[in-house]
């Protein structure tokens, strides 16, 4: 069975940091690219970080050189260091792998609430 489960999201002060984990299970994780993606109230779901399976990292222009993705393919797990966090940061943080082998396999975790305070 397939399980992605975040954990790590909380209420922040704006300035402050926060640290998300996704630990991951059911599949085989060193193989997929891992992400994290967002989504606030009235707003559509958006891509905050990906890293591949090789270690390539890619950001949104929003959170550049505040957050850090990063993973840890030994405990099949993927983190997202956030700092200096805003306001507008606030949202669902969801955890996502993926990857393309003739078809595209995509896992989602349940999300966690992250809540910046201004």
């Known amino acids: 069975q397939v399980q992605l489960v975040e954990s790590g999201g909380g209420l922040v002060q704006a300035g402050g940091s926060l640290s998300l984990s996704c630990a991951a299970s059911?599949?085989?994780?060193?193989?997929?690219?891992t992400g994290w993606y967002r989504q606030a109230p009235g707003k559509q779901r958006e891509l905050v970080a990906v890293?591949?399976?090789?270690?390539?990292?890619n950001y949104a222009d929003s959170v550049k050189d505040r957050f850090t993705i990063s993973r840890d393919n030994a405990k099949n797990t993927v983190y997202l260091q956030m700092n200096s966090l805003k306001p507008e940061d606030t949202a669902v943080y969801y955890c996502?792998?993926?990857?393309?082998?003739?078809?595209?396999?995509?896992?989602w975790g349940q999300g966690t609430q992250v809540t910046v305070s201004s």
């Open positions: 890293i591949t399976s090789d270690g390539g990292t």
């Open positions: 996502n792998a993926h990857r393309w082998s003739g078809v595209l396999r995509a896992y």
């Open positions: 059911g599949f085989t994780f060193s193989i997929y690219a």
